[in-house]
């Protein structure tokens, strides 16, 4: 595996906050570099792997007992995740229950990273390079990529971007060999670059076809805010629509317009995301794993399980043993 040169930096920065390399068959990662947290500072680990100038993939799950803050000089990129921790456009209580959707435009610049005492952290990111989006995309796939460049700072600016949390689920909890990990990140940093940009194409012909006023649009945007946290619940088409302030048959039209999926279609997705997790842990029964994402019957559970993934829960737990 080469490096990544952003990856090199981190490492410095890694150091700095208190974390040192780890064993890899403890850690069941079995390629890149994995770290722990110094047991004086908290506990925890974090994981990273980088392909050199293309992208970084960083999987962090700690949390620190004091305060710790470190300066992190980085290169130009732009970082895609799902984090826990809290950010000012999210209110701490959500974010420490389930991840959220994240995006960050990096420029040659100083990072100042603070961590505050008790935040739990965990997160999947993955970071892409210029030579990712300026060379090997752009050279690989010259008219899908024609004048996207603007892309980066735009999606940087935006709260949801539907689609992508699947792929980012995968990347964090496949454990390839060292012989696979570059086919497999190859394929996923480009799928889910594909995602980004098919979804700034959508948006952006919307607007350019003044189909759905600016207005309409933030409120869409909190509607999806509003799923993204409470889809485990019952959800009432009638209480998103009066959350966009709009009728429940322009909610739903718009929803699929703007978003190209139905909303019942992003619950169900949510919930499948998240059984996923809980099916790769055994001391999760199944009947509650259904209870917890949503599903009041077992059976309903099972079905849409199946309809997503092609398998039941059982099945599914089964392959993962």
């Known amino acids: 595996m080469e490096v990544s040169a952003m990856l090199q930096q981190y490492t410095s920065y890694l150091s700095e906050v208190g974390f040192y390399p780890a ?28 392909v050199d100038k293309r992208y970084g993939i960083v999987v962090s ?6 305060d710790v803050s470190a300066p992190f000089a980085h290169s130009p990129f732009f970082s895609i995740g799902l984090s826990t921790y809290p950010t000012p456009k999210q209110r701490p209580q959500e974010i420490l229950n389930k991840p959220s959707l994240f995006t960050y435009v990096g420029h040659d610049d ?11 952290v965990r997160s999947v990111s993955i970071s892409f390079l210029p030579d990712f989006y300026n060379d090997f995309i752009h050279i690989k796939y010259p008219k899908i990529f024609q004048n996207r460049k603007y892309v980066f700072p735009e999606i940087g600016n935006k709260d ?18 060292q012989n696979i990990a570059r086919m497999y990140y190859d394929c996923k940093a480009t799928e889910l670059f594909s995602i980004i940009i ?20 933030t409120n869409l945007h909190h509607v999806m805010e509003y799923l993204n946290v409470h889809y485990t619940e019952d959800i009432y088409l009638k209480t998103l629509a ?23 279609d992003h ?26 994402v949503g ?11 199946k309809d997503a993934t092609g398998v039941t829960p059982r099945q599914y737990r089964k392959n993962l043993l």
Request: aromatic share 12%.
């Open 23 to 50: 064993d890899m068959a403890i850690t069941r990662r079995y390629c890149g570099s994995s770290y722990n947290l110094d047991a004086a500072l908290g506990k925890g680990s974090l994981w990273c792997y980088g």
């Open 61 to 66: 799950d700690f949390v620190f007992d004091c």
């Open 110 to 120: 100083v990072f100042m990273g603070e961590f505050k005492k008790g935040d739990i």
């Open 160 to 177: 949801i971007i539907p689609g992508v949390v699947e792929v980012i689920h995968q990347i964090g909890s496949f454990h390839p060999s």
């Open 198 to 217: 098919q979804w700034e194409i959508n948006n952006l012909s919307v607007s350019a076809d003044n189909r759905v006023p600016e207005s309409d649009l």
């Open 242 to 264: 009066r959350h966009a302030g709009m009728s429940q048959t322009k909610l739903t039209s718009l929803f699929r317009q703007v978003y190209g999926m139905t909303i019942s």
């Open 267 to 292: 619950i169900r997705n949510l919930r499948i995301h998240l059984a996923k997790e809980m099916l790769a842990d055994d001391s999760w029964k199944i009947e509650a794993i259904a209870n917890t």
């Open 295 to 305: 599903y009041r019957f077992h059976g309903n559970f099972s079905t849409a399980f």
